[in-house]
């Protein structure tokens, strides 16, 4: 009996007596070998089914001790991290004018050089946006650090993000550049601008991937293109699978912000049992799209329905369209059970092409501000800081753009007490808020007993404006830039941002109004009053002067009542002291939810927010604080369940 590869010879000859035939059947083979050679090489290793992204940061400032926890605690095949707010560009680039070797997250390379041994050995590949305003310089640190430590490995540096040099090519002829939140016009800003950067999209980063590359650092990407990235260059995913790209950023949504989605900064706290070493995200991905939310076994924190879920609602506008630039997901199609033992699954999103469009994210030179604080002790400390309050304004005498009185500890008796009278100024006369800064002290000797000076005079601080803005595709190239520590060149590749699969939709960028609230004097509800601490969840985030609250319904008859009685009107009363512009509410039924948005809720937003809770982090504990009054039959059918009298 002849052998398999006899047969095999015998069929090529007679295949190929002509040699015409041969010469064909040899390229054939040829040219199916190369492509599925740069095939494979291009899209990732296919024949994985399942790949772990865990995060290890979600601003800069969190936990730095996150990445070697994440790296030691346990199998991962990438790990990201986040450190780059909008305001944080700025202050990068003043960084940068100082030094131009600086720019860049320089707390990213203490957190790396403690680990990077661990991170080659283990195969581990890490992606951040570190490299904020200088992603080359921060890339070349990497590889200085890797060749003293006689490590062999590839980083990259994704550039092509900064537009600051290109604003005069670019406006007014190419791109309006009007402010996405108010339409104001870009040239009230120009001249006074510090920074410009666009929000590149995933394409950069996978062709950073497809280079081979061990550790990528980024300019301003989406906080999600770093999470979604690994996950098309893994599974082979084609760029217009808009389901699948929708997962992936949904996925980067959770895990972004770090431990906010393992129990940092849950409502229902008390359920977190360890709240040392806690636990950082970590995405268990399958080549479908679905995907469990964990953290590493033994580690602290709480990974559950509930906590998910608040994170799903942090900084959201329309959840039917959350906006990047490589896909539109829909928050409302997502299917989340909680599967015990801190793991949640997540399955079946929906996504619609991306637009034709990518976000600039700019900051420029808007003013100054200063705020400072007596402590006022002793008896009847409310009474006594109104009058305070009303010399130190009186004395002062000056007219400014914004200021702002807090009285920190509300309570008011004739019991002994103490509380923080604060004040806080902004104008864009520096002169101001230098005199401002010398009168605070003046306090403590001319008015009622008990005051003291609680820190020293306060100087003026820049403030830096957010300024967002649309501009086209076609007009951003992106780059690539690879450092190998085995080799002094650096290679370096340009990225488009268009795939050619962009639809038409451009998106209005106005909120669209589902049920919008002006602060109607007529409240619905009737009756019975229930605290919304006992029947719901929230959490709050912020963009620009607009706040958002994510209120989470404990079950689905409170849901049905939380939408007849939880209106916009009701909302915006609750908070009439802060939100000056209209309340929108989002219905997110698939998993028990609402968001509202507060248009001019934070007095400026930012950094020109003079209020002490200038991005709005406490409205969600606030807005749980209150009373909703619903109907009987309401109140009735929560409290057989929630025991809540």
């Known amino acids: 009996m002849k052998t398999a590869e006899e047969n095999s010879l015998i069929f090529t000859k007679s295949l190929c007596k002509n040699h015409f035939f041969l010469s064909m059947y040899l390229s054939i083979i040829t040219f199916l070998k190369t492509e599925m050679l740069c095939y494979y090489s291009a899209r990732g290793n296919m024949g994985k089914n399942i790949i772990k992204i865990g995060n290890a940061g979600g601003f800069w400032g ?123 016009d870009f040239s009230n800003v120009k001249d006074k601008l510090l920074s410009a950067n666009v929000y590149l999209g995933v394409g950069p980063v996978l062709k950073a991937l497809e280079s081979g590359a061990d550790i990528i650092v980024t300019g301003r990407v989406t906080d999600t293109a770093i999470t979604l990235a690994p996950m098309i260059h893994e599974f082979g995913w084609e760029l217009n699978d808009w389901d699948k790209l929708a997962a992936g950023v949904i996925g980067g949504h959770i895990i972004e912000c770090g431990s906010q989605a393992t129990g940092g900064n849950f409502t229902d706290w008390k359920n977190v049992k360890q709240w040392d070493n806690i636990g950082f995200p970590i995405l268990e991905v399958k080549n479908d799209g679905s995907f469990i939310v964990t953290k590493h076994k033994g580690t602290g924190g709480l990974v559950s329905a509930d906590s998910v879920k608040e994170q799903l609602l942090y900084e959201m506008s329309d959840p039917e369209e959350y906006l990047s630039p490589d896909v539109i997901a829909d928050f409302t199609s997502i299917n989340l059970e909680d599967e015990g033992n801190d793991r949640v699954r997540i399955w079946g999103i929906k996504g619609e092409p991306s637009t034709r469009f990518l976000k600039v994210s700019a900051s420029y030179m808007e003013g100054y501000k200063a705020s400072g604080s ?74 009622p007993a008990g005051a003291a000076v609680t820190g020293g005079r306060p100087d003026p601080r820049t403030v830096i404006g957010y300024w967002p803005a649309l501009i086209r595709k076609e007009l951003i190239v992106s780059k690539i830039k690879i450092f190998d520590t085995d080799s002094d060149e650096v ?60 209120v989470i319904a404990k079950n689905e008859i409170i849901y049905d009542c939380l939408k007849k009685y939880l209106t916009p009107d009701v909302v915006k009363e609750m908070f009439r002291k802060v939100c000056s512009g209209k309340v929108t509410r989002y219905e997110v039924r698939n998993i028990l939810s609402f968001n509202f948005l507060l248009e001019e809720s934070l007095g400026g937003g930012g950094a020109k927010s003079v209020n002490i809770d200038a991005q709005g982090k406490l409205y969600a504990q606030e807005l749980l604080s209150n009373y909703l009054e619903v109907d009987d039959e309401c109140y009735e059918k929560i409290e057989k369940e929630f025991k809540i009298k």
């Open 491 to 550: 290679s370096e590749t340009d990225v488009s941002s268009i795939t050619g699969f962009e639809s038409d939709y451009k998106k209005n960028f106005k909120y669209k109004e589902m049920i919008s609230g002006t602060g109607s004097s007529e409240i619905p509800g009737k009756g019975e009053r229930i605290m919304l601490k006992d029947i719901c969840l929230a959490r709050s985030g912020d963009k620009g002067d607009t706040s958002n609250i994510g």
């Open 374 to 447: 007596i402590l006022v002790g002793g008896f009847h400390v409310k009474s006594k800081s109104k009058i305070f309050r009303d010399i130190f304004w009186k004395k002062l005498g000056i007219d400014f753009e914004k200021k702002e009185t807090e009285l920190l500890c509300k309570r008011d008796s004739d019991e002994f007490n103490k509380t923080i009278l604060r004040f806080s100024v902004y104008d864009r006369d520096k002169n101001k808020i230098i005199k401002f800064g010398k009168e605070i002290s003046t306090l403590i000797l001319s008015g």
């Open 62 to 184: 969190d936990d730095l001790s996150a990445l070697k926890r994440q790296v030691t605690g346990g199998d991962l095949d990438y790990i990201t991290s986040d450190y780059l707010a909008e305001i944080t560009m700025g202050i990068l680039m003043k960084q940068k004018m100082k030094d131009k070797k600086m720019g860049y997250v320089y707390d990213f390379l203490f957190q790396l050089e403690e680990i990077i041994e661990i991170v080659i050995k283990k195969g581990i590949k890490i992606i951040t946006n570190a490299g904020g305003m200088n992603p080359g310089a921060l890339a070349l640190k990497i590889k200085e650090m890797g060749e003293k430590k006689g490590l062999s490995f590839k980083v990259a540096a994704v550039d092509g993000d900064d537009i600051l040099q290109d604003i005069d090519s670019i406006y007014p002829k190419k791109e309006a550049l009007e402010n996405m939140e108010n339409s104001e």
